[in-house]
């Protein structure tokens, strides 16, 4: 028997590649988020996408203990982690699961969502206890009641008891187009007067996410769901609109191999089409690749090595990346290579790597978040 046993931590960082997470973003940007709406505005903090890409049970305890109001989820699975690590706090799950298993879904303790009369018929049928939001479509083309549904919607929850009404809500699609904005808030507006009228006065209603906070604090209504906002995740225009800190702080790797390759080598570097090298290239493989969130094909974004711009070569591999150090001699076994982030007085930020990889902000975090080991940092 050996004489010890490495935890599951040490062994993950065994290979040298990392993602610093800054956790205190959260609360610093919850703080904002409650400038923008003020204190009598509920906030529905979205760990979707498992806490998009930063682990949804971790994310909703920072959160809670912050002070956020309720949580929200895309899955039943996101859902029951939370409730896993202890928290009790309101869980809204988004429209994600079939009706045939709405007996199942209600059983979960979560708040639900309707989105159909399929939705709602089953939840009815059910015959589980369950609290419910109503999602309208106000133009979004996604999920959601439209104008011609919500009227028979509203009248079958109120001729039931099965299912109860906790709130409505909507997501808009343009926050940053005003007549796009003005045209579907009127929408959800028209929706909340039906259900007025069908006796529904007393529900959480709900409308912006993390931009329209940001563009249209005036359309806070009783409460707001952002997601990236909280995660300071946003593309730059809307980060420095609010002051937000990015939770995601960096992404490094360091050198595990290095090789020196002369003048007239063949080399077909990441499964690309074989190059002839004009001088003498000394290369260094680090541990991260496509599998890591990375790009796979060029453009592959630029790094950095003690301070200086090192270029990517070939194609980038499921797990390596091969950088170009032969203007950095002193590069070599175990140097840090920064991907995101700062070095001596550079940096790469997340949108200089969103826009080399021809992706969104939106979508490159989540991506990177979550095959790396976190490390905390300040």
């Keep these: 028997m050996r004489e010890f046993e490495l ?25 904002v988020a409650r400038k923008l709406v ?20 971790r994310v909703a305890k920072l ?8 949580l929200c989820v895309g899955s039943p699975e996101e859902g029951l982690a939370i409730r896993k690590a202890g928290i009790e706090k309101e869980i809204l799950l ?41 999602e309208i479509d106000p133009g979004f083309g996604r999920f959601g009641f439209l104008p011609s549904q919500w009227g028979v919607a509203l009248r079958a929850l109120a001729a039931q008891s099965t299912v109860r009404l906790k709130g409505i809500y909507t997501h808009l699609s343009s926050p940053g187009d005003e007549v796009v904005t003005e045209r579907q808030a009127g929408v959800f507006n028209a929706a909340l007067a039906d259900a007025s ?33 909280l995660y300071g995740a946003l593309d730059h225009e809307w980060m420095s609109r609010a002051d937000l800190t990015p939770m995601m702080h960096a992404i490094r790797g360091r050198v595990i191999h290095v090789q020196e390759h002369p003048a007239g080598s063949v080399l077909g570097i990441g499964y690309s089409a074989p190059i002839r090298l004009e001088r003498t290239v000394r290369v260094g493989v680090v541990p991260i690749g496509f599998g890591d969130g990375l790009n796979h094909v060029p453009p592959l974004g630029r790094v950095l090595v003690q301070g200086r711009e090192a270029p990517v070569m070939g194609r980038r591999s499921l797990q390596h990346t091969v950088v170009d150090l032969t203007d950095i001699p002193q590069a070599g076994i175990g140097s840090i290579v920064t991907f995101l982030g700062a070095d001596g007085g550079q940096e790469i930020t997340i949108d200089e790597l969103a826009e080399a990889f021809n992706v969104p902000v939106l979508e490159l975090i989540p991506r990177l978040a979550r095959s790396l080991p976190h490390i905390s940092v300040q």
Aim: glycine share 8%.
């Design 7 to 31: 935890s599951e931590r040490e062994v993950q960082l065994l290979r040298p590649a990392w993602a610093e997470i800054n956790w205190g973003a959260l609360r610093s940007n919850l703080a």
């Design 94 to 134: 988004f429209a994600s699961t079939l009706p045939e298993d709405a007996a199942r879904v209600a059983s979960l303790g979560l708040t639900v969502t309707i989105q159909s009369m399929e939705s709602l018929r089953a939840f009815i049928s059910a015959g589980v206890p369950v609290d419910a939001f109503l």
């Design 63 to 70: 959160a809670a203990e912050a002070g956020v109001d309720a």
């Design 197 to 229: 009228a069908a006796g529904f006065n007393d529900v959480v209603t709900m409308l912006a996410s993390s931009r329209v906070m940001i563009a249209h604090p005036q359309l806070s209504y009783r409460a707001v769901d952002p997601g990236r906002l």
């Design 38 to 57: 003020g204190n009598d505005v509920e906030i529905y903090f979205v760990c979707k996408g498992d806490g998009f890409g930063f682990g949804a049970a």
